[in-house]
């Protein structure tokens, strides 16, 4: 079946630690999404990618960062300069028209 | 800039009990709009969709119809089941976002719980 893969479900970060988060689909899609999720505040952009090898910072990218060096590729760093990284991160792709996302199941980050 | 603004939760409410979770929207150009549900631990799954005024989306007895002259597209059930207890987000993806690409605005989401 097609979709989206992260990975770990759950991660833990040491302070001053760059974690990095996996996404991969197999849907054949051109755009790939991350999402910062937090109780209350639904979901926030953090970066996006139309294609190989370009991506674009969204509303909250400062202390992340990304790569598309594959299609069915992006995945995400938490660097040690996001100094609140405990979230629900999500992932998710989109073909290149206006169609709905689909999401992956999405990777808890804590604090140690 | 476009924005999403649904109703707050957490709603409560019995079984077979009737559904109305409100969504309003401000976008530049003319939006797509989506229900999203979220099942605890896991990640957002599309419910349904509209992609022009007055289009009516529906699936497992859920429906939202876009309508443009007020902005809306409220979400909507006749008679929820305990299995219907999740989060629902409201969002538009409007292709003048910039850049030419087709982000997802979200509204902050509304909890369900439905009790037997």
């Known amino acids: 079946d097609g979709g989206i893969t992260q990975s770990p479900k759950y991660l833990f970060r040491k302070e001053g630690q760059n974690v990095t988060l996996s996404c991969e689909q197999n849907l054949n899609h051109d755009a790939m999404y991350w999402y910062r999720q937090d109780p209350g505040q639904g979901l926030r952009l953090i970066y996006y990618s139309q294609i190989v090898n370009d991506f674009q910072k969204g509303d909250i990218a400062e202390g992340y960062s990304v790569s598309r060096e594959k299609k069915e590729s992006f995945p995400l760093t938490v660097t040690s300069a996001q100094k609140n990284p405990t979230a629900f991160y999500l992932c998710?792709?989109?073909?290149?028209?206006?169609?709905?996302?689909?999401f992956g199941d999405g990777t808890r980050l804590s604090i140690l | 800039g476009n924005s999403v603004t649904q109703m707050e939760g957490p709603v409560t409410l019995s079984e077979e009990a009737f559904l109305t979770i409100n969504c309003t929207y401000t976008a530049t150009g003319y939006p797509s709009l989506f229900w999203y549900v979220q099942y605890p631990g896991e990640g957002l799954q599309l419910l349904l969709k509209a992609t022009k005024a007055d289009d009516k989306g529906s699936n497992k007895g859920f429906e939202a119809t876009y309508r443009k002259e007020t902005t809306s597209f409220h979400l909507e059930k006749g008679s929820v089941q305990v299995s219907d207890s999740a989060v629902y987000f409201c969002?538009?993806?409007?292709?003048?976002?910039?850049?030419?690409?087709?982000?997802?605005?979200f509204g902050k989401g509304t909890k369900l719980s439905v009790i037997p």
């Open positions: 969002a538009l993806s409007d292709s003048w976002s910039g850049a030419g690409s087709y982000q997802l605005t």
């Open positions: 998710a792709s989109q073909p290149r028209d206006n169609q709905p996302q689909h």
